[in-house]
């Protein structure tokens, strides 16, 4: 199973942005996909969530300006990234619990880096 993350650049202060993590590979089904992020002198932070059913958790940093969701039939999760703030830079790392070997194994996508000028 591979993760293909997609979707950083560089934007303007205010400007949007979507990432996008597809899942590859022997994929029988998905249970947690998510994005974290981890910026220079700061501690990672997740920033979405969603679960299999739907429920959705985010951070409150990004409340009301990200949004996140899942296609499941193209094993993808996307996060579309509003009104973007020069805090928002750091380097998003989408993640997946993948069922395989009879248990959730949780996998990594390689990084995509986003930067927001002021």
């Known amino acids: 199973v591979q993760l293909q993350a997609s979707g950083g650049g560089l934007v303007e202060s205010g400007g949007s942005l979507r990432l996008s993590c597809a899942a590859s590979?022997?994929?029988?089904?998905?249970?947690?996909m998510g994005w974290y992020r981890q910026a220079p002198g700061k501690q990672d932070e997740l920033v979405a969530a969603?679960?299999?059913?739907?429920?959705?958790t985010y951070a409150e940093s990004v409340k009301g300006r990200f949004t996140l969701s899942r296609d499941n039939a193209k094993n993808t999760v996307y996060l579309q990234m509003n009104s973007l703030k020069p805090e928002d830079t750091a380097v998003y790392y989408c993640?997946?619990?993948?069922?395989?070997?009879?248990?959730?194994?949780?996998?990594w996508g390689q990084g995509t880096l986003v930067t927001v000028s002021s």
């Open positions: 993640n997946m619990d993948v069922w395989r070997f009879g248990t959730w194994v949780p996998y």
């Open positions: 590979g022997s994929v029988s089904g998905i249970y947690f």
């Open positions: 969603i679960s299999d059913a739907g429920a959705i």
